[in-house]
């Protein structure tokens, strides 16, 4: 058996901010401290975290008033921010800078009287806060069959937005349904979804043509990862997303000659790690790294932990 290592894979700039944000705050102001849904979508991550001490909340009325918070990498509403305030807490934002973006752009087509369609899955933790930003103008498009039974009055300005962790060729594909009904239909000038997302996409785009099999490290909640075993899928590769070596069945490899072995932007490296030594020593597998492109990109940490890290 060969191993097709992808690269890039793993860990972004945003989850990489995130991670070492939650690292620094407890370091800084000890344990417990509250985050605001998980930090990232990774069962290794965040149970690394809650047993260093990290209390993760779906509700603030659980976060005891004047307690440490940390908003995790998806975002929060504006409603959320003013929670926090109001239950006095220590709010530390570990939003990832691309998802902030995509807040900024639906408060700016708000306040110019656009109805704003975004793009993405109903009850992700990114689409609820980016929703949050102007309720009243935005309506949810899950798919291009939904773009076609959308109807607005006559003279409707509309924009759209996305999700940044979706599929390229799915955010594609409704894009073109709702340009094909509505041309006149406004955009951002850069694409919404991330870099990461679209480089770890098109590895599995190059790599699983010379595949048996795809694993794909990371978590089922996890919207990237879940692209990248679709998009394997699609090609007729078998694909499997797993959270380590101990979700893996021998009878997947069957046969199986070449592997190729990816993880979504927010598994660790320790874990890919972990799957691939597991496969060379059942199957006496051979790695080969594949890198198709580079990535350079590092966001600065939250105004609130900056003198902390510089420490």
């Known amino acids: 058996m060969k191993i097709l290592l ?10 990489n901010m995130a991670i070492e944000s939650l690292d620094l705050a407890i370091q800084a102001f000890g344990t417990p401290i509250y985050v605001y849904h998980e930090i990232v979508h990774n069962k290794y991550v965040v149970d690394t975290f809650r047993a260093k001490g990290a209390v993760f909340v779906d509700d603030l009325h659980e976060v ?16 959320i921010r003013r929670l926090a305030r109001e239950r006095k807490l220590y709010a530390i934002d570990a939003t990832c800078p ?23 899955h109903e009850g992700h933790d990114e689409v609820i806060g980016t929703m949050g930003e102007a309720p009243e103008a935005m309506v949810l498009v899950e798919s291009a069959e939904q773009a076609d039974r959308l109807e607005f009055p006559p003279g409707t300005k509309l924009a759209y937005l996305t999700q940044t962790t979706l599929s390229v060729d799915d955010a594609n594909r409704i894009i073109a349904r709702l340009r094909a009904r509505f041309p006149q239909i406004a955009n951002p000038p850069k694409d919404d979804i991330c870099y990461a997302t679209q ?113």
């Open 98 to 120: 691309l998802v902030t973006k995509v807040h900024l752009e639906a408060v700016r087509y708000a306040k110019e009287g656009y109805t704003i369609l975004l793009i993405g």
């Open 6 to 15: 992808a690269a890039p894979r793993g860990f972004c700039a945003g989850v």
């Open 64 to 79: 005891p008033e004047g307690a440490t918070l940390l908003f995790s990498a998806h975002g929060v509403s504006p409603e």
């Open 199 to 311: 480089n770890r996409q098109e590895v599995i785009h190059m790599l699983a043509p010379e595949a048996d099999v795809v694993i794909v490290l990371g978590s089922q909640n996890s919207s990237n990862s879940q692209r990248l075993k679709e998009i394997a899928r699609e090609n007729n590769i078998p694909a499997y997303l797993i959270d380590g070596a101990k979700d893996i069945e021998d009878d997947w490899f069957a046969g199986a000659e070449t592997v190729v072995v990816t993880a979504g932007a927010s598994a660790p490296e320790s874990v890919v790690e972990e799957c691939v030594n597991y496969l060379c020593e059942r199957f006496g597998a051979t790695v080969e790294a594949r890198t198709i492109r580079s990535e350079d990109v590092h966001f600065p940490l939250p105004r609130e932990l900056r003198t902390i890290g510089a420490a």
